[in-house]
């Protein structure tokens, strides 16, 4: 008579877990963030200067390279001066140079008989910031820059120009600061091929300047993962004169560019919530051994790691919760052990694996790095007890009294300790302790 066949479950098992396996490695692969280039139109700086240079004053507005006939370059920089320089419409337009106007040198000297160092003052106002790339240390912001210093020889008449404040726009900016001073400020974290600045000027009656950019573009930034998800990071957005010392003009704030700068207060940031903006000023040393003043604006973030803890400990506790009911709750034979224990292994592995190419820059004493090396160790110690004490064959030749008092305890104090070990280190890392 023909027998039966038999079905065995744990050859089913090893095969669910690595489809498992693959199947999570294949979806982070594929919620991995892009990193998306947004590239402007772009002109060269040093043809800008060259033009301003052999051009004279009316015709400064040949800096926008698609210009062909100097007559409408003066009728539209006439008509850019009467345009608010921040209006949102001007935002929305792309503009014609991508370079920034305070990084281009003119001819003008430095201002005579004022007080050295020249303030020059320094504010900043973030409008957006729309993604930031973890395995790259960028983010993508757009955010106003605004610098203010007195030029004397700017101050006129108020009777005679029948206004208090000049106000260019945009390209008229840009040919207003190649015939006038300027402390040739530059953002040193900026990646300018993605940068887009739309620049607006205003001249008081007295000689102060104020020169307003809005910048939207992708900066570097060195982000510490070490305690991710539970981490804060700080964006920075640096900026220094390459050209004059810190014995020439002084980048410094005071209160009305204090009042000037922060956040908007509709400043949302997918999976972070903004913390504030802070300043510090320092010096660098250049290359000829003087020192350039630097300030440093830095916007505080702080991550929702909401979603993420899901997506890190269920996954996690997945690959491990088979074999440990089979080791720690079921009275079965060593094999089958062995096989979940195999193909829990070989998830967990592919779950590092995964974790790993998403987040690059996870260091070994990272919350992630740790709690993997937990979860192999407890594999380990797991497998260990699986072929010793809870091994029939084993305990039969040690004493069967000692023998099951070791395997009462163990059941319980091994997967208990493991998840205390787990919540003690989250708790340290999400608290700071």
């Known amino acids: 008579m023909r027998k039966p066949r038999k079905f065995s479950l744990f050859p089913i098992l090893i095969v669910f877990l690595l489809c498992f396996s693959f199947s999570l490695a294949t979806y982070f692969d594929s919620v991995t ?3 998306a280039i947004a590239v402007f139109a772009q002109s060269n700086p040093e043809a800008a200067n060259n033009d301003a240079a052999k051009t004279p004053v009316s015709n400064a507005s040949v ?3 698609t210009s062909n006939n100097q007559t409408s370059n003066n009728q539209t920089s006439n008509n ?7 209006s949102k419409d001007n935002a929305k337009k792309p503009a014609t140079s991508t370079a920034n106007p305070l990084g281009m040198n003119n001819l003008v000297p430095f201002p005579s008989n004022v007080a050295l160092p020249m303030r020059v003052g320094v504010s900043l106002f973030v409008n957006s910031i729309n993604k930031i790339n973890e395995a790259t240390n960028t983010f993508e912001s757009q955010f106003d820059l605004r610098y203010v210093w007195n030029d004397p020889r700017l101050a006129f008449d108020t009777g005679e120009m029948g206004t208090n404040r000049l106000e260019f726009g945009q390209e008229a900016a840009v040919a207003k600061l190649a015939t006038i001073w300027n402390p040739q400020i530059k953002i040193t974290n900026i990646i300018e091929k993605d940068a887009q600045i739309s620049p607006g000027l205003f001249i008081h009656y007295d000689g102060e300047v104020e020169l307003i950019q809005r910048v939207k573009a992708t900066f570097e930034s060195k ?4 305690a991710f998800p539970f981490d804060t990071q700080s964006l920075l957005v640096a900026m220094l004169s390459s050209k004059y010392n810190s014995n020439q003009i002084s980048l ?3 209160q009305d560019d204090i009042n000037e700068s922060g956040l908007d207060p509709e400043l949302k940031i997918n999976g972070w919530n903004p913390q504030g903006i802070s300043f510090n000023i320092s010096q660098t040393r250049a290359w000829n051994g003087a020192f350039l003043r630097q300030i440093e604006a830095r916007v505080t973030i702080k991550r929702i790691p909401n979603a993420i803890l899901g997506s890190i400990f269920t996954p996690f506790l997945l690959t491990l919760i088979v074999p440990t009911i089979f080791t720690f709750c079921a009275n079965v034979d060593l094999s089958p052990r062995l096989v979940a224990w195999s193909g829990s292994i070989l998830a967990l592995v592919a779950l590092t694996f995964t974790f790993s190419v998403r987040y690059p820059w996870l260091g070994s004493n990272s919350l992630v790095s740790q709690v993997f090396t937990t979860g192999h160790a407890y594999q380990l110690v797991s497998v260990l007890l ?4 809870f091994n029939p064959d084993v305990a039969k030749r040690m004493d069967r009294f000692i023998v099951a008092e070791l395997v009462r305890y163990l059941r319980w104090f091994v997967p208990v300790g493991f998840l205390g070990v787990l919540i003690t280190k989250s708790l340290l890392t999400a608290f700071d302790w």
């Open 33 to 35: 963030n892009p990193s």
């Open 63 to 65: 800096t926008n390279s």
């Open 80 to 86: 850019d001066a009467a345009k608010s320089p921040v």
């Open 223 to 226: 982000l510490n993962l070490d």
């Open 252 to 254: 410094s704030q005071n």
């Open 386 to 389: 699986s072929i010793t004490i």
